[in-house]
């Protein structure tokens, strides 16, 4: 491996606090993360003690209300903590941006009662979240969704598949938008659904190209009992909630990717400065210098571009449009980035020996999950040229 080290990333961070919060986390990465990751991964090892470990730290609810035992720490901030996990090992990264997706319907439409009841656990109590919203038909059309929630007295009976879910059968709680009126986006509700439910269960994982770490697999509700007390916002309100979640969740993907870009771009410079051929490193080398000079331009324009879409949010302004662009914009520019540093270090990127290819494969998943790249661009238009006509 080469010998120089990669300079940490010099980041701009609104308060002191947020500064020692970096430190943190910088820590936890060296120590817990870091050294294991690659092992790990190639074993398909779920890191659930470094979830408890980041929980306990305080950092699965850094974006929510300290009340309710968050962090209240700005989306600037939280984003920048994502990217720092997902540098080191991106089943952690996109497992907190998971997880802080589950937990933001009950933060942002719960009753009073319930967030004082659920919360606590959920932000800083070891517990872990999924978001159930994919299934085997409706993915990217995820208002045609199927799965029913039925009322029965006090009580809602939820019955269907749902499909893709990260942290599918290792999860405590899952938020599930189920059907409970017609057909469309009105006809779905919110639900807040303990992982260990009666009739709840979880298929085989998923075999994936990259994030075997993180197992990701369909969930299937047969006749899960909810009491209407865990229904979250009001009836037909839950693809609205939904939606909201993804604006958030696509500047979470958008952090972790540009975490991945910037680890391979790390690796990328430091075998080609190590690197001798023809007398000199490679890195003196024209060719590949415009190519990690490309590199470097890519992840430094997605920084600023999900860094100014986090700041609109934290003014409590539309961001929307800047959501999507960020997520397109960073998980395109990771793809590129980390094909580049297999490129970049030749024969030896293409083994295990080296992480460039993990990064590689772990990448081409961000260009899917929240929404495809393809969706993204419609929502952009959408913004820029109105709706379609039809």
């Known amino acids: 491996m080469p010998d120089r080290a990669p300079q940490p990333v010099e980041r701009q961070l609104p308060t002191e606090e947020s500064r020692d919060l970096l430190t943190l ?22 890191p659930r003690e470094v979830f ?169 509700f047969d006749g899960v009992r909810v009491p209407d007390a865990r229904r979250i916002g009001d009836e037909g309100q839950g ?34 400065t190590d690197r001798r051929q023809f007398g000199r490193p490679i890195a003196d080398f024209q060719g590949l210098r415009f190519m990690l000079a490309d590199m470097a331009t890519q992840i430094e324009a997605g920084r600023a571009l999900y860094l100014s879409a986090a700041r609109l949010r934290d003014a409590g302004r539309p961001f929307s449009r800047e959501a999507a662009m960020a997520k397109l914009f960073c998980t395109d520019a990771a793809m590129k980035v980390t094909v580049d540093a297999v490129q970049v270090l030749g024969g030896y990127g293409y083994t295990a020996d080296f992480p460039v290819e993990r990064y590689m494969r772990e990448a081409k998943v961000l260009q899917i999950v929240e929404g495809t790249n393809q969706i993204q661009r419609m929502v952009i238009a959408r913004h820029v040229a109105g709706p379609e006509t039809r």
Not at 25 to 46: C, K, M, T
Not at 149 to 169: F, P, Q
């Open 239 to 272: 693809f609205a909630i939904a939606l909201s979640a993804l604006d958030s969740g696509r500047l979470g993907i958008a952090a972790c990717a540009i975490g991945v870009a910037q680890a391979a771009l790390d690796e990328a410079v430091a075998y080609a």
């Open 52 to 220: 408890s470990l980041l929980s306990e730290a305080g950092l699965l609810g850094l974006p929510y209300d300290s009340g309710f035992g968050g962090g209240d720490q700005p989306y600037e901030v939280y984003l920048q903590v994502l990217e720092e996990l997902a540098g080191a090992r991106l089943t952690v990264g996109l497992g907190v941006s998971v997880h802080s997706l589950a937990c933001h319907a009950l933060a942002g439409y719960g009753t009073k009662e319930q967030r004082a009841e659920h919360l606590p656990a959920m932000l800083g109590g070891g517990l872990l979240g999924a978001y159930c919203l994919s299934e085997p038909s409706s993915g990217s059309d995820a208002a045609s969704l199927r799965t029913k929630a039925v009322r029965d007295g006090d009580d809602w009976i939820i019955t269907g598949t749902k499909a893709w879910i990260t942290h599918g059968g290792v999860a405590d709680f899952c938020t599930v938008l189920a059907r409970t009126g017609g057909e469309g986006a009105r006809g779905i509700t919110a639900f807040l659904v303990p992982g260990d439910a009666e009739g709840l269960s979880a298929a085989v994982p998923e075999k994936k190209m990259g994030m075997k770490g993180s197992p990701t697999a369909q969930l299937h």
């Open 25 to 46: 986390v910088r820590d936890i990465v060296q120590r817990e993360i870091a050294p294991r990751a690659a092992e790990e991964e190639d074993a398909g090892r779920f």
